[in-house]
């Protein structure tokens, strides 16, 4: 209740609760910012960018192409692919309209189609991503999708990261490429179905997210940062701390928990059920049909000043 002061606050049990640090208040591990970028599709003018926060991130699950798994990659990608949005006012269009009539004559507002787009503005320390497992069947009752969605070990996100409009670096027009091998639909523009050309051969990424090499998961906890040149390099990386996993259907259930154990530099993984907790591998993590991921952002190369 806005009117009760934060002193006057109290708990039933342990009396009088302590404040919340401003150190929180201020950086919060698990805010970011999304930013919405609109153009237009007649006049091509860009509206100004939006900025909106989040403290996780709900992915869709897209559906499934017969013969290829689907990744992390899949869902995030289907996150910030471009949509449609018809019938919004276009200033500029408007003004455009208004210059080749006549002084004194008023103008209707003129309603185009934009081209809407989701990018991550501000990557946040901790990231937590929920992949939407409710769907609805064609007769409206809800659905649980089971399928496994691949995840690795260690998560790059440099390809959803927001930049300032400009010519771009060799950083992003490899990840470019990167995308457009090996998410099908990219390259040729239709969402979900795979290319026409097969990539040739020795051009496929070093990492992608949610089906990485083998090689690169021989030694668990160690990122191959080697295997990149300076350029290539991610910049922002992250590194799985825990996942939650539901166990049931859309009416009832259970969720247990997979989670690093504290020591022995994070190698050891834990399954918590309750009060019930035993060891668990590397393979048994990410062979889980997640809920929710848990990434803490870990250091690539050098970060940037700005």
């Not at 006049?43 to 897209?62: A, G, K, M, N, Y």
């Not at 017969?66 to 899949?74: A, E, N, S, V």
């Not at 290539?232 to 939650?244: N, Q």
């Not at 009060?275 to 190369?301: D, I, N, P, T």
Request: with cysteine; charged share 20%; proline share 7%.
């Amino acid at each position: 209740q806005p009117e009760i002061t934060q002193k006057q606050i109290s708990c039933r049990t342990r009396g009088s609760l302590p404040p919340v640090s401003n150190h929180w208040k201020s950086q919060h591990p698990f805010h970011g910012r999304l930013t919405s970028n609109m153009v237009c599709k007649h006049c091509e003018h860009q509206s100004p960018v939006r900025f909106d926060t989040f403290d996780s991130l709900s992915l869709s699950i897209p559906a499934a192409v017969w013969g290829r798994p689907t990744t992390l990659d899949h869902c995030l990608h289907h996150f910030i692919s471009s949509e449609s949005v018809k019938d919004v006012v276009c200033d500029n269009c408007t003004k455009i309209q208004a210059e080749g009539i006549l002084n004194g004559q008023s103008i209707e507002n003129q309603r185009t189609t934009f081209v809407k787009q989701l990018k991550l503005g501000k990557l946040p320390q901790c990231l937590c991503i929920h992949l939407q497992r409710l769907s609805w069947s064609n007769q409206g009752t809800p659905l649980k999708r089971h399928e496994h969605v691949q995840f690795n070990e260690f998560l790059v996100m440099d390809i959803y990261k927001y930049r300032v409009p400009g010519p771009k670096s060799s950083q992003e027009q490899l990840s470019q490429k990167n995308l457009e091998e090996t998410t099908p639909g990219i390259k040729d523009g239709r969402a979900g179905k795979p290319s026409d050309a097969e990539q040739p051969a020795g051009t496929k990424p070093l990492f992608m997210n949610g089906a990485s090499s083998s090689t690169f998961l021989m030694s668990p906890g160690t990122f191959p940062l080697a295997a990149f040149s300076e350029c290539r390099a991610p910049l922002y990386l992250y590194r799985l701390m825990a996942v939650v996993v539901h166990h049931g259907d859309m009416h009832s259930g259970h969720f247990v928990t997979f989670r690093r154990a504290p020591g022995a530099r994070g190698s050891q993984w834990l399954w918590i059920s309750d009060e019930s907790v035993r060891r668990a591998s590397l393979h048994e993590v990410l062979a889980a049909s997640a809920y929710l991921l848990f990434y803490e952002r870990v250091h690539g190369r050098a970060q940037p000043q700005s």
